[in-house]
């Protein structure tokens, strides 16, 4: 009998095999269609959330925003590299600005690898216009509107604001810009242009890959630097009674060679625009890739005490609030952080901040001035979130995170409509609410996949993005995202 199973073994082993293999592509396609279930879900209820709040056409807000602005010209970066033959360097180092070339190849090297945003100045001039030609005629490049003041000028014309945009632009530039956006500025004639070399993940470039898709942003600016249109600004925002006054692309000041004082006499007119204007008037002060640790002070001094928000990506969170704690910067963090992780640092800054503002308010004697901290937007690539002090001028946290959210997927994506063969969830089936033992954790709901909730003084709110995996741009994903979610809360 023995034999006789073992013979029948023999005989209906590859029918079993092949019932065993049909099995198992059954479970992965069902699972696969769980998943697709689940991401759908997910969007429908997403875009729900989002569309709970509309914006009145009739009654367009205004947002006035400065400063400055660039063409973006982007440029497969690893192909870039290689045309210019820049061996990649067998060091990676973090430079603050960039002299020659094999300073490109180390920083490059460093911010690469772990797919960390970066951004550097480079002091000479001579190899930033090789650099540029080169990209000119590279194959598969693309001019664009950028600098994050006409970036998120850009978002909030589209999203049914109406704009005031500081910034020096060549007319050719300002023609390209939605007709709901008036300049204020200087009229130049050659824009100032940033190369933008964006790679996707997974690629690699001698012997290292990246590990997410991002970009490596180099500058050299002749004017942004100088924020020569804040005169021009200034003189129209009083007429304009703007909504919300928007404040970024300061970091074209870190590490450009200014003559002694004159970052400092820039900031400080910077700081009576700011704090002049009305006191009931929203001020948002959107951060960026800074390295100097002198500028860094300097806002903390001369703009963020003035700002009642502030938006940032998981890079400049743990600077700053390295910064605050009396450390120094921190040039490299996790590109992928965990909810728990970001939340505990936002908690920290918008307490140190508020801390701050309650000293300087009973130290200055002009409490009119100062603001207090009430809204914190931070942007990930796996997740938005936001914290919002309770009372708040600011409305609608739970739409404008998950607007936020969508916002991510369609500007990385390049597309209005979200498609979800090319959208991936990262997010975890739950998250822990801080890193504290015993912290609550909140399961990711498709169906309600915005959370919120509130603790002391604020309500805060997590939405999963559903990360765009065939990336068209990368750069100005920031701008794009905060203005999104600042439109549905003015
Ligand atoms: C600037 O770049 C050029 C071209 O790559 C190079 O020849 C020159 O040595 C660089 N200057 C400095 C100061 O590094
Ligand atoms: C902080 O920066 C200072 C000055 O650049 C440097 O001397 C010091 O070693 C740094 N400390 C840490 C902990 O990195
Ligand atoms: C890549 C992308 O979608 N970026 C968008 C950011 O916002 C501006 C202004 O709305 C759009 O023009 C860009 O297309």
């Excluded at 689940?38 to 925003?65: C, M, W």
Aim: glycine content about 8%; hydrophobic content about 40%.
């Amino acid at each position: 009998m023995e034999g006789g199973g073992r013979l029948s073994w023999v005989r209906y082993g590859p029918v079993v095999s092949l019932f065993v293999v049909l099995l198992a592509v059954w479970f992965r396609s069902s699972e696969r269609t769980v998943l697709d279930d689940r991401l759908d879900t997910l969007l429908s209820s997403l875009l729900r959330a989002e569309s709970k709040v509309g914006i009145n056409d009739f009654a367009r807000p205004k947002v006035a925003i400065g400063f400055g602005g660039c063409a973006d010209l982007l440029v497969d970066g690893v192909s870039l590299l290689n045309k210019i033959g820049l061996i990649p360097s067998d060091q990676p180092l973090h430079h603050d600005y960039l002299e020659n070339i094999e300073q490109l190849s180390q920083s490059f090297a460093y911010f690469f690898a772990p797919g960390a945003a970066a951004e550097r100045f480079m002091l000479n001039d001579t190899l930033f216009g090789e650099l540029v030609e080169a990209s000119r005629d590279l194959p598969g490049n693309r001019w664009s509107v950028g600098g994050n003041a006409p970036v998120m000028a850009g978002r909030l014309a589209k999203e049914g604001c109406d704009v005031l945009l500081g910034g020096s632009f060549s007319p050719d530039f300002t023609d390209v810009l939605s007709e709901h956006i008036t300049v204020a500025g200087k009229v130049l004639e050659e824009p100032d242009i940033h190369l933008i070399l964006e790679y996707p993940m997974g690629v690699s470039w001698g012997p290292y890959i990246s590990h997410r898709a991002n970009r490596y942003i180099i500058h050299s600016d002749d004017h942004n630097p100088y924020l020569d249109s804040m005169e021009e600004f200034a003189k129209k925002l009083t007429h304009f009674q703007p909504d919300l006054l928007v404040v970024g692309g300061l970091q074209m000041m870190d590490s450009f060679p200014f003559p002694p004082g004159e970052r400092h006499a820039l900031l400080s007119r910077l700081s009576d625009l700011i704090s002049t204007s009305s006191a009931k008037l929203g001020t948002h002060f959107e951060m960026a890739s800074f390295v100097e640790e002198s500028i860094m002070e300097d806002l903390l001094h001369y703009v963020i005490p003035y700002a009642d928000s502030l938006g940032m990506n998981e890079q400049e969170l743990p600077n700053l609030l390295s910064l605050l704690k009396g450390s120094n910067i921190t040039v490299l963090s996790d590109p992928n952080p965990r909810v728990a992780t970001v939340l505990d640092q936002m908690r920290e800054v918008y307490r140190i901040l508020n801390q701050r503002y309650k000293l300087a308010e009973m130290s200055e004697g002009d409490p009119s001035k100062v603001k207090p901290l009430t809204r914190l937007h931070v942007h990930t690539l796996a997740f938005q979130s936001m914290i919002v002090t309770r009372g708040s001028q600011w409305k609608n946290t739970m739409s404008a995170t998950a607007k936020a959210s969508l916002t991510a997927n369609r500007h990385v994506c390049g597309s209005n409509d979200i498609d979800l063969s090319k959208a991936r969830l990262i997010m975890d089936d739950s998250f822990s609410v801080s890193r504290q033992e015993g912290s609550q954790r909140i399961p990711l709901q498709e169906s309600r996949p915005v959370s919120c909730w509130e603790e002391n003084d604020y309500e805060i709110c997590v939405a999963p993005v559903l990360v765009c995996t065939e990336v068209y741009q990368t750069a100005g994903g920031g701008d794009n995202i905060s203005a999104a979610g600042l439109v549905l809360q003015i």
